[in-house]
């Protein structure tokens, strides 16, 4: 019911920036709930960021005063600014979405970001 589609992975070298983007397409995209995880090699998918309906936000310890989460509602869009980056940011990306009432949920397919030297 729900296609997300991520833009945006590059490989950089510590310190760049990068700006992540999903498109979310399929149904009412302000109902629902969004979010970017990552996933690196061997390791669990952890969630890195999340923002609501109303626009209240969340980030993981490891990225709070790095990254910033965003949605653009006019264009069902949601975007995860990604500053001062280090190789441990490694992994793949992946834009989330759930719904706020029935709780089901959805998967992109994933952006590679790489951070090295």
Not at 39 to 47: C, I, N
Not at 50 to 75: L, M
Request: proline residues 3%.
């Amino acid at each position: 019911q729900v296609q997300l589609v991520e833009s945006g992975g590059d490989l950089v070298q510590p310190g760049g920036s990068l700006r992540l983007a999903c498109a979310a397409s399929g149904s009412i995209f302000s109902i629902y709930t969004m979010a970017w995880y990552r996933q690196a090699p061997g390791k669990q998918r952890d969630l890195v960021a999340a923002i609501t309906t109303g626009g209240s936000t969340n980030y993981a310890d490891s990225v709070k005063g790095r990254f910033t989460i965003s949605r653009d509602y006019a264009n069902n869009a949601v975007y995860l600014q990604m500053n001062n980056l280090k190789p441990e940011d490694t992994a793949v990306y992946y834009c989330y979405a759930k719904h706020s009432l029935t709780a089901v949920r959805y998967w992109g397919q994933g952006t590679q970001v790489t951070v090295s030297s």
